[in-house]
């Protein structure tokens, strides 16, 4: 099982480390999606 997630962290530096990490490291997880508020996320 494939999990879908979306990033909402304001700090640009965070939100993409924390992508790469996912993509290095956690093979059952897709980011579909970041977003830098609770606003633009939705």
Do not use: Y
Not at 3 to 17: H, N, P, Q
């Amino acid at each position: 099982m494939v999990l879908k997630v979306v990033i909402v962290e304001d700090e640009k530096g965070s939100r993409e480390a924390l992508r790469a990490l996912l993509e290095e490291f956690c093979d059952d997880v897709k980011v579909i999606a970041s977003a830098d508020s609770v606003q633009e996320a939705i």
